[in-house]
């Protein structure tokens, strides 16, 4: 009797356990409560930045293909524009898939977005752009491939406006210089490869030449790449010019670039940075010919200093001469001296003007 009683105490105790341990395992294996598209979690605030995980996550059937374990967030536009998506920030890093979408359900859906790996720097983190219209839902996934799941933050921010080649900045001078920010840009689908976060100008060459475009003034320095290109779309681009890190002095990463223009053709300027270096910009744009011009007035300058030096000089020799012969001889040097600073100062006038016309 009493090694019955011992046996069935051993049976409860042991499917006690089992029971225990199936439900700690199933507790364990529990999905996130975003993980299929209709439960997807409300992302706020924008702009802002979400946690998650896709811990346990799987991929529910007819969803894209977007990884083995996917997660959803909804965010409805509040604005019209254009928006960065990314995973940047998660830590440590991952390979993430990233998708917006619309539609009724995982089944119906239509794609607006996606990126695998990319725009992070070197790693397989995720970013892209994607624009959005005021008062529609977009259902956001993040997933990862086989059994790499870990803890996500979602970033969603407004772009420049000038983030993409279509919405490029008018430059709206000749020649000068052009203030903006990379600050949440990105690298739009096809276009070159001139940094992760790139922005755009256009500009219609007044006159043909060789002009000079640079990054010099941008404060604090930051390691920008430069590109100029002609054509009607990032799908239609010719290179003119290229530069990454280059001439601006002092060791920067900053760059400068000359290239060639013709008269009354429209150019497109890219002004971009790598991985999460993005910054406040200073686009400056001078014809070859201003630059020569501001030189030659510099050089004018200095010829008329030396030659006022030597006509000052001449006037006190004339005042110091005590015989007839050193005053007439001084008076001769006066006046020439005088003739020479009238026809620097005459070179100057001119050089001003041709700059005036150049610049």
Not at 42 to 51: D, S
Not at 127 to 149: H, K, N, P, Q
Not at 177 to 188: D, I, K, P
Not at 301 to 306: G, L, T
């Amino acid at each position: 009797m009493k090694d019955a009683r011992w046996i069935r105490t051993a049976i409860v105790a042991l499917a006690g356990a089992a029971l225990t341990l199936a439900l700690s395992a199933s507790a364990e294996a529990a999905p996130p409560p975003n993980d299929n598209y209709g439960s997807a979690t409300q992302f706020e605030p924008t702009p802002g930045t979400v946690l998650g995980t896709n811990v346990d996550a799987t991929r529910q059937s007819g969803e894209p293909q977007n990884g083995d374990s996917t997660v959803w967030w909804k965010w409805t536009a509040t604005e019209t524009g254009r928006f960065r998506l990314d995973t940047c920030q998660t830590v440590p890093s991952f390979d993430s898939v990233i998708g917006v979408y619309v539609g009724p359900n995982a089944a119906n859906l239509t794609e607006i977005a996606k990126n695998d790996d990319g725009g992070c720097g070197s790693s397989n983190l995720s970013t892209l752009s994607f624009d959005a219209i005021a008062g529609v839902e977009y259902r956001f996934s993040v997933g990862t491939f086989g059994s790499e799941s870990l803890n996500i933050r979602l970033s969603l921010r407004r772009t420049p406006l000038n983030d993409n080649y279509a919405a490029a900045y008018d430059f709206g001078a000749a020649q000068g210089s052009v203030r903006g920010s990379n600050f949440e840009a990105t690298r739009e689908l096809g276009e070159p490869r001139n940094g992760d976060a790139t922005i755009w100008w256009k500009w219609v060459a007044p006159t043909s030449g060789s002009y000079h475009l640079d990054t010099c003034d941008t404060v604090p320095a930051a390691d920008t790449y430069l590109g100029v290109y002609t054509g009607a779309s990032v799908a239609q681009l010719l290179e003119t010019a290229t530069a990454d890190d280059g001439r601006c002095g002092g060791g920067s990463a900053l760059t400068e670039l000359d290239f060639n223009a013709v008269q009354g053709t429209e150019y497109r300027f890219s002004v971009g940075t790598f991985g999460s270096e993005s910054q406040n910009i200073v686009l400056g744009l001078i014809s070859q010919a201003c630059i020569d011009a501001k030189k030659a007035v510099r050089k004018a300058k200095d010829k008329v200093a030396k030659a006022q030096a030597k006509y000052d000089k001449a006037k006190k020799k004339v005042k110091k001469a005590k015989s007839k012969n050193k005053k007439r001889k001084a008076k001769a040097a006066k006046k020439k001296a005088k003739k020479k600073l009238k026809n620097a100062n005459s070179a100057l006038e001119s050089a001003l003007a041709t700059s005036t016309a150049s610049c």
